[in-house]
């Protein structure tokens, strides 16, 4: 069985602004199935964004879930994110899906995965999915200069395709201030 592939997911946090930005491509195999696939979300009413890094199905149970989360526990996104990573972990269903989430509000940036990890980064830079280390390196070394949270990441991206052939220049953004 073929595997799917296709999302880089970056997520950087700098001068008070939070971007969540992804690119468009979804694979199978070494077909390209979508080029324009939307991998990030934003929950208006908790001011929290989100990129998911797998299935487009899984990503979508688990926004759903996180969005619950997150009404359930007033908005607190650490909250939320570890009740979320709890029951991943240990619900028959959701231990099954395939999929790593970014996930940020105006204060904390966390990666969530099936396994329970709940990971803050130091830097206030994550990068996930199959193009993930190649745009996490370049925001890593962009982080230092004068561009904002928004042009770090599309330069990140923009990385990131040029290398992984599971990621392209077809970018969505979402983003959040403090």
Known sequence: MEKWHGTTIVLIRKGGQTV???????SLGNTVLKSKAKKVRKIDKRNVIAGF????ADALTLFERLEAKLEKH???????????????????YLRRLEALMA?????????ISGTGDVLEPEDG???????????????????????????I?????????????FTNENITMEKVSQ
């Open 20 to 26: 969540v930005a992804g690119d468009g491509q979804v």
């Open 74 to 92: 007033a908005g607190n996104l650490t909250r939320a994110a570890v009740e979320l990573a709890k029951d991943w972990r240990t619900d028959k």
């Open 103 to 111: 996930v940020a509000d105006k204060e904390k940036s966390f990666i």
């Open 153 to 165: 990441a599309k330069k990140s991206l923009k990385v990131a395709s040029e290398i992984c052939v």
């Open 125 to 151: 830079i994550i990068g996930i999915g199959s193009g993930g280390n190649y745009a996490l390196a370049a925001a890593k070394v962009l982080i230092g200069g004068n561009l904002s949270a928004e042009e």
């Open 53 to 56: 890094a797998g299935s487009t």
